[in-house]
């Protein structure tokens, strides 16, 4: 059986990101969205949730190239003076697994952010992370620790399987692509000793920034048994902020290819049933 769960990252990173979410949960396949709690545009993501209640919101945490939710003060040796992680994961992933100080500051954060996301009153969906700094062993030790207490029962895990892409289009497979795949299995068996929901498969990894109407045509005819989640980094135009941090990524190519009618009909030939992550939750 083909079930697939349409998501988008960055909710509250910017306002076209928001407009460009909303809008393709309304005229496209999409029905879940990913939320920084900590964006510039944060709180205007709230109030589109909010309108529409048939989205399903979880959290997006941010613990790599992008703002905190704490202040700087509080996390001086996992942030930057203007309050930002640094895009190295190479330096993160050093603070977070052998330095005292830096587990410290990130427990304090990623608490910091699921306090945050409850305040905006949405039910807890799901959790993933940035970049998927979740990966990390301690950054998906606490996600889901902390996640817990605050209802938290459903995670990505980014295992993308090759085949498919193949399939669908021009694909190269690498060792590094590899390593990621088997490295996936321990999340997963963190997330599933916590007794909550993952799904099998994920796609966005290898054509991130690039998922176009061409090519969620054949993905959907190529979709592998099982729970797929696909997420996008959809936005209706490209503001500076989105330039300076993707450059390359076509963001209004990808909002859409989930407002097309073609991925939506190529998603139901191939027999794929649209879910949620509260349907995996439940069994259902």
């Given at each position: 059986m083909k079930r697939a769960i349409i998501s988008a990252d960055d909710f509250g990173m910017s306002v076209e990101v928001n407009?460009?979410?909303e809008q393709?949960?309304?005229n496209g396949v999409l029905s879940t969205a990913s939320l920084m709690v900590s964006g510039p545009a944060a709180q205007d993501?709230?109030?589109r949730a909010k309108r529409l209640p048939s989205l399903n919101v979880g959290l997006h945490l941010v613990v790599i190239e992008g703002p905190s939710v704490l202040p700087h003060s509080r996390?001086?040796?996992?942030?930057r003076d203007n309050g930002w992680f640094s895009s190295s994961q190479l330096g993160l992933g050093v603070d977070y697994f052998f330095r005292p100080e830096g587990r410290r500051e990130l427990e304090a954060e990623i608490t910091a952010q699921f306090e945050a996301f409850s305040r905006t009153g949405l039910p807890l969906d799901h959790a993933n992370a940035h970049k998927h700094m979740h990966l990390h062993p301690t950054v998906g030790k606490m996600m889901i620790g902390i996640g817990?207490?605050?209802?938290?029962?459903a995670v990505r895990v980014p295992l993308e399987p090759p085949?498919?892409?193949y399939a669908a289009g021009t694909y190269t497979d690498t060792l590094g692509d590899a390593a990621l795949r088997h490295w996936t299995a321990l999340l997963r068996h963190q997330a599933h000793a916590a007794g909550m929901a993952t799904n099998d498969w994920c796609f966005g990894l290898a054509w991130s920034g690039h998922m176009t109407t061409e090519r969620m045509a054949a993905l959907a005819a190529h979709l592998p048994d099982g729970v797929s989640e696909i997420y996008f980094h959809p936005a209706t135009h490209k503001n500076t902020m989105l330039a300076e941090l993707m450059p390359t990524y076509e963001h209004e190519a990808e909002f859409k290819a989930l407002c097309s009618p073609g991925f939506r009909k190529g998603l139901e030939q191939a027999?794929?049933?649209?879910c949620g992550w509260q349907d995996i939750a439940r069994g259902a």
């Open positions: 407009e460009a979410i393709a949960h309304i993501a709230v109030e996390l001086p040796l996992i942030t817990k207490g605050y209802g938290l029962n085949r498919p892409l027999g794929a049933q649209l």
